[in-house]
């Protein structure tokens, strides 16, 4: 079965200052991947999925961006944080029909 | 594009009674309705999940129905516990092969009190 591992737990980070989170994959070859984002009491808002190497597609438009540089690795950063992108950003992959989904990252941003 | 809109935002029951949490859908192309279970601080997990062919599905006390006509399904928990309390996210999607986006509701706060 397919495993997914999200790299940090939590995260606090300054308004202004860079980011990059991380999402791997055990288990699968060519997975389909995608980015949740979770603010405070609110539903989960899909920012990007990826169905292979080199592709990204976007949902919305906002100040992150995403990246597939292996296969098993997906890639979630921003130049420059703002406030509102305090959340928690789930990875999430696909074990037949069933979407499941990472630990998570709790990014706290100050 | 899918929209799932999801009702009530929060729901308090007494352990022991029953609770529902409804869904609309607006694309009639979809046809597997999953809900998951969300405890605080962790990640959704898959509770249940039902295809278009069917109308009802059921697991020990939790049950899922779905009305292809009125684009609308709704989940249904007998008997609440302390431990069902959780925010529960329905979602929609076609069925089938390759890359298909899971549209998710806005999410019901369900709070079982002992």
């Known amino acids: 079965s397919q495993t997914i591992h999200q790299w940090p737990a939590t995260l606090v980070q300054p308004v202004g200052s860079p980011l990059s989170l991380e999402c791997t994959v055990e288990g699968t070859s060519n997975p389909n991947l995608y980015w949740y984002r979770q603010a405070a009491g609110r539903g989960l808002q899909l920012l990007f999925y990826?169905?292979?190497?080199?592709?990204i597609s976007s949902e919305v438009p906002q100040n992150l961006s995403a990246s597939r540089p292996q296969d098993r690795q997906f890639i979630l950063s921003s130049k420059k944080l703002l406030l509102s992108d305090s959340g928690f950003y789930l990875c999430?992959?696909?074990?037949?029909?069933?979407?499941?989904f990472g630990p998570g990252t709790r990014l706290t941003v100050l | 594009g899918e929209n799932v809109e999801q009702h009530p935002s929060t729901l308090s029951v007494q352990e022991g009674d029953s609770a529902v949490i409804k869904c609309t859908y607006s694309d009639s192309a979809s046809n597997y309705f999953p809900w998951y279970k969300q405890e605080l601080g962790k990640r959704p997990q898959l509770i249940i999940d039902i295809r278009s062919n069917v109308g009802e599905k059921k697991d020990q006390r939790i049950a899922v129905t779905l009305n292809k006509t009125a684009k609308h399904f709704s989940l249904h928990i007998t008997e609440t516990q302390p431990e069902d309390s959780a925010v529960y996210f329905c979602?929609?999607?076609?069925w089938g092969t390759g890359f298909q986006k899971l549209v998710f509701g806005t999410g019901t706060r369900l709070l079982v009190s002992p």
């Open positions: 990826s169905v292979g190497i080199g592709q």
């Open positions: 999430a992959g696909y074990q037949g029909t069933e979407q499941f």
């Open positions: 979602a929609a999607r076609p």
